[in-house]
């Protein structure tokens, strides 16, 4: 992602207390757009692979925990949501996985 142009902002961004979210990577594109990635892995491809595994439940902690820390800023930034999925040795990243609503 960083040979991408991505920056990386913060690594493993958790909420506080029980229940709350998680976000694996938060970079930052050169045109000021966060960018916030879940990591999925899977030995094995099968059952759909590790993409799949990024459910509406997982969307919502994610969005969560993007909403959390988007509070300390005046105005938000453009934010996207990706995922990196990793099936195997395959590593696939899809830009844009999925939108707050």
Do not use: N
């Not at 000021?32 to 509406?56: I, K, N, Q």
């Not at 969005?63 to 990793?86: E, G, K, N, S």
């Amino acid at each position: 992602m960083t040979r991408a142009g991505l920056q990386l902002v913060v690594r493993h961004y958790r909420t506080p207390g029980r229940g709350g979210g998680e976000i694996d990577l938060i970079m930052r594109e050169s045109d000021g757009t966060l960018v916030f990635v879940e990591v999925r892995s899977r030995a094995l491809g099968r059952f759909g692979g590790a993409a799949v595994t990024v459910g509406p439940t997982k969307q919502r902690r994610i969005l969560l925990a993007a909403r959390h820390y988007l509070m300390r800023w005046r105005t938000w930034p453009p934010c996207r949501f990706d995922v990196v999925a990793i099936d195997g040795g395959d590593i696939t990243w899809i830009k844009g996985a999925f939108e707050a609503h």
